[in-house]
């Protein structure tokens, strides 16, 4: 059975010191009312540690937001998978279209992070979707096919228990658009059957896909029911505990 998941995504969002009230806020509310899915939440690099630390004995899960493409040395202000691994973060996303189109991430430098990623016993969120652009010109399939290639479909069987994918049109994120739960569906199982021709039907049917794109306590539940969509990465909607444990509920 694959795992439903909501993820949050805090982006550069939130201080030291307002991060860590509301991952408390977010262990305490969760402690007294458990979660029907695993919760994990992205946070910034610096708080990472002190996140981690209070979440030890918590259900929720940690994870970086980027990590680099190389594994140590003279990168000036770069992070690596290992020093991510190393504050207690179980996860990193990566591929993330923010990264793509502002850091000029190339499938080739996501596919070097990916692999140090999972080299250092990190599981990675991997993003995909397409522009508003490739969307009207029906190219969205062609695009999310050509970004796993690019950067994840090398893996080996192995490797791929460690990979949850998230997709996520760009024209829904930050938005407000979302898309509509049918168009979501649709593409999560093209996503699955690209995934089935790969690495079988099986590992296929064990893999969390996740919406990404203005989804909130309104919308989540629809999308939510669909039976390929196995839960969300969420962005403005993750930096309010009461906002996003309402997600979080959809899976009740
Ligand atoms: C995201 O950036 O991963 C995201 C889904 O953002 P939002 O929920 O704000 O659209």
Redesign the pocket.
């Known amino acids: 059975m694959r795992k439903k998941i909501v993820a949050g995504?805090w982006?550069m969002n939130k201080t030291l010191q307002e991060g860590v009230a509301l991952a408390t806020e977010l262990k305490n509310i969760l402690a007294a009312e458990k979660p029907n899915c695993e919760v994990i939440i992205g946070t910034p690099f610096i708080h990472l540690a002190t996140v981690s630390e209070l979440l030890k004995d918590s259900v929720i899960a940690v994870s970086a937001e980027n990590c680099a493409n190389k594994e140590s040395g003279a990168y000036t202000g770069e992070v690596s998978a290992a020093m991510v691994k190393s504050t207690g973060a179980e996860y990193v996303i990566l591929g993330?279209s923010e990264r793509r189109e502002y850091y000029n991430e190339t499938p080739e430098i996501l596919k070097e992070k990916v692999n140090l990623a999972l080299a250092n016993g990190l599981k990675v969120i991997f993003c995909i979707g397409e522009s508003l652009e490739q969307r009207e010109a029906n190219q969205q399939e062609a695009v999310c096919k050509a970004e796993l290639a690019g950067s994840v479909f090398h893996l080996t069987p192995e490797q791929w228990k460690n990979i949850v994918i998230a997709y996520?049109p760009i024209w829904?994120?930050?938005t407000g658009k979302t898309a509509t739960a049918d168009q979501a569906e649709e593409i999560h199982a093209f996503i699955r059957k690209c995934v089935a021709d790969v690495y079988g039907a099986q590992a296929a049917d064990d893999t969390t896909i996740l919406y990404?794109?203005?989804?909130k306590a309104s919308n989540a539940p629809e999308l939510f029911g669909k039976p390929d969509i196995d839960g969300g990465?969420?962005?403005?909607?993750s930096l309010k505990a009461p906002d996003f444990k309402g997600i979080i509920d959809a899976w009740k």
Not at 212 to 215: E, H, K, M, T, V
């Open positions: 995504n982006k993330h996520e829904a994120i930050g990404g794109g203005s989804c990465l969420i962005g403005g909607a």
